[in-house]
């Protein structure tokens, strides 16, 4: 064969080396975005079986109880409560009754939290406190209603992993801190409302100072580790305390200075 062929053929050789390399790297992209828009249709998939889920909750769990208030019922069917729990157990997240979610604690069942933020009476303009931050979840359902939510959580751990998930949820008007929430959180005093979701033995002095004056509440669930807790309703009006139980409920203990 003559040299310029050689060379020719040489070229043709590379060249369609080449197109065969490329078109595999297409080839792959093909099937790497193809991977990814099926992952995005079983997220978007799940995150409709969810949606359906939250609506159940609301219509079964709140509405065929004792749940009225409107803004109660919409901040419930809008706030994620499957994002608040842990992979492995997200497929109970609506379901009647609380979750595990680390440190031995518990998210509370979503009858409770719909229940104690109605009884907050909330309209919409409030500063509220809230003590127990744990997952989250109840601070999210609080700051779909009202202005500003400040919560107070004991354990590092949980105050910082709910701090990224409410970030990266896009709540803007939740504030953490972490602490014994006996003391509550002086510096924002006072609060319209205030909601406890572990339960003292009795009702913590700070906190009732923490209200405001004239027309500030509070729910908290107040009761010894092994006995029935009663959820409180306390009223502050011109000055004056007044409580009345609720019903008996099961909370985690409020640890720190109460214990
Ligand atoms: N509201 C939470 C559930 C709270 S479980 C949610 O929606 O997920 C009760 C939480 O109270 C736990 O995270 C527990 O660590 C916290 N806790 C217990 N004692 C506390 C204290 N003295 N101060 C602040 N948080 C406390």
Not at 10 to 23: A, D, G, N, P, S
Not at 38 to 52: G, N, P, V
Not at 61 to 70: K, N, V
Not at 203 to 217: A, C, K, M, S, T
Request: aromatic share 8%.
């Amino acid at each position: 064969m003559k040299k310029p062929l050689v060379f020719i053929s040489l070229i043709f050789l590379i060249l369609l080396l080449i197109v065969i390399y490329e078109h595999d790297k297409i080839d792959e992209i093909d099937v790497y975005k193809e991977y990814i828009e099926e992952k995005q249709d079983q997220e978007e998939d799940k995150e409709e079986i969810f949606t359906q889920r939250r609506q159940d909750m609301v219509i079964n769990q709140l509405q065929g109880r004792d749940i009225t208030d409107p803004k109660v019922l919409q901040a419930m069917l809008t706030v994620p409560r499957h994002k608040f729990v842990d992979e492995h157990i997200r497929e109970s997240a609506y379901n009647d009754y609380p979750l595990p979610i680390g440190e031995g604690q518990t998210i509370s069942q979503p009858y409770i939290v719909a229940l104690m933020t109605q009884l907050l009476d909330l309209k919409g303009e409030e500063k509220v406190l809230e003590i127990g931050t744990g997952s989250g979840y109840q601070a999210a359902v609080l700051a779909e209603i009202v202005k500003e939510v400040y919560t107070v959580e004991i354990y590092e751990s949980l105050s910082k992993k709910s701090e990224k998930l409410i970030k990266d949820l896009g709540y803007k008007n939740i504030h953490f801190k972490i602490g014994d929430g006996y003391y509550g959180w002086e510096e924002y005093t006072p609060y319209d409302a205030i909601i406890v979701t572990c339960a003292p033995d009795h009702v913590p002095p700070p906190l009732i100072q923490q209200i405001r004056e004239d027309g500030g509440r509070m729910v908290i669930p107040v009761g010894g580790i092994w006995m029935v807790q009663t959820l409180m309703k306390i009223e502050k009006i011109k000055g004056e305390v007044k409580s009345k139980g609720i019903i008996g409920v099961r909370f985690v203990p409020m640890i720190g200075h109460s214990r």
